[in-house]
């Protein structure tokens, strides 16, 4: 198969692609797009072969669920079992937006897209492209993120076609995307709301709106005996080739350490690589060094994190040390990302 590589102005999308690509992902076909938090790769999402592609196109496991983006909301009840206030009040606030609800499904969507579970995920995602996409495409668009099944979540086009390129109808550029992490999910199917993965949208922000919300104790901890809800926790993530170790504690002592890490790593013949911030990189010494921004900024590390994390694949590196980030507000969310891109692998100093 070609793949057609198509750009899209973000904000204004042009009609004449938006239509071919909703043409393609009626007739079953794969179409990978831009949203605010990463690039997706979607499919009809009430079509069971449709979502039977993704899979294999991205080599993901078949029990980990899809995500379901919708451009109205006129178009949630017809895919919810019933929708629950809680929801509503949340896409009040929070849609167009980086939040995926789970809740129970309707008989429309097929146990293909939700990994086998008679739940749902929703999202109404906040971008022009995306949102005239799903409406060309008839209005449910399943969509995980359009890498290979364990690779980093692609930011930019180029990351979609290194990982996909032959294997679906379309890319859509839309260039580089905003947030730059997956959106937060939170379980409101049963008990208490409860976050399954960190996004932009926090804790904090979700309790103003419903009060008391759980965290997924799976989230910042590899060895929580608590079993992973979201089917997708217990697989390897985000994760680049090389052997990763995240350095935890005082910035100098971090510096001391890396520096002295990849000194024994390039001793013994290994190509090393270093995710810092501009605070630290002028101290730092390795094969390849790479600030992801501003330690006082986010919001900035969240958008370069997988980008970075694709170019030390890029150059081949055998061992990678990180700085760690303070677990905060959306920098659970970052953290939360490159503790499994490390397998939880963190020295503490
Ligand atoms: P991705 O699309 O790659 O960002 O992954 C989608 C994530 O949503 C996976 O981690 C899934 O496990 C999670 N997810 C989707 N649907 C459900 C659901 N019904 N219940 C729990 N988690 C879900
Ligand atoms: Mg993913």
């Given amino acids: 198969m070609i793949t057609k590589l198509v750009k899209s102005d973000p904000g204004c999308p042009d009609r004449a692609v938006m239509k071919e690509a909703g043409d393609i992902i009626t007739k079953g076909g794969l179409v990978a797009f831009p949203t605010e938090t990463v690039y997706g790769l979607g499919g009809d999402a009430l079509n069971p072969e449709s979502s039977k592609k993704i899979y294999a196109a991205k080599g993901r496991p078949s029990d980990n669920p899809l995500i379901v983006h919708i451009a109205d909301m006129e178009h949630l009840p017809a895919i919810c079992e019933s929708v629950p206030e809680n929801m509503i009040k949340l896409a009040e606030v929070f849609w167009p937006g980086p939040l995926t609800m789970i809740v129970k499904k309707s008989d429309l969507v097929p146990k293909e897209t939700t990994g086998g579970l008679d739940t749902v995920a929703i999202r ?32 930019l086009a180029s990351h979609v076609k290194d990982d996909l390129d032959g294997r679906i109808e379309m890319i859509i550029d839309g260039g580089e995307v905003g947030i730059g992490v997956e959106s937060t999910i939170v379980d409101l199917s049963e008990g208490t709301p409860t976050i399954l993965r960190p996004g932009y949208v926090t804790r904090e922000m979700l309790e103003r709106v419903l009060g008391d919300v759980d965290v997924d104790r799976t989230i910042l901890s590899g060895n929580s005996t608590q079993a992973p809800k979201a089917p997708g926790m217990k697989y390897r993530h985000y994760a680049p080739h090389g052997e990763m170790t995240i350095v935890e504690g005082d910035s100098e002592e971090v510096v001391r350490v890396i520096n002295e890490n990849v000194a024994a790593a390039k001793a ?80 503490k100093i």
């Fill in 268 to 347: 013994s013949g290994r190509k090393t690589a270093v995710l810092c911030t501009d605070e630290t990189k002028p101290f730092i010494k390795a094969d390849v060094i790479k600030s992801a921004g501003s330690r006082a900024d986010e919001h900035e590390i969240a958008r370069h994190l997988y980008r970075i994390l694709r170019e030390f694949d890029d150059e081949k590196a055998d061992v990678i040390f990180s700085e760690s980030f303070s677990a905060d507000g959306f920098g659970q969310a970052v953290m939360n990302r490159l503790l499994k891109a490390a397998g939880f692998n963190v020295k």
């Fill in 124 to 155: 109404m995602p906040d971008h022009a492209t995306a949102l005239e996409f799903i409406r060309a495409a008839g209005g449910y668009i399943a969509a995980p993120s359009a890498n290979t099944s364990g690779r980093p979540s692609p930011t």
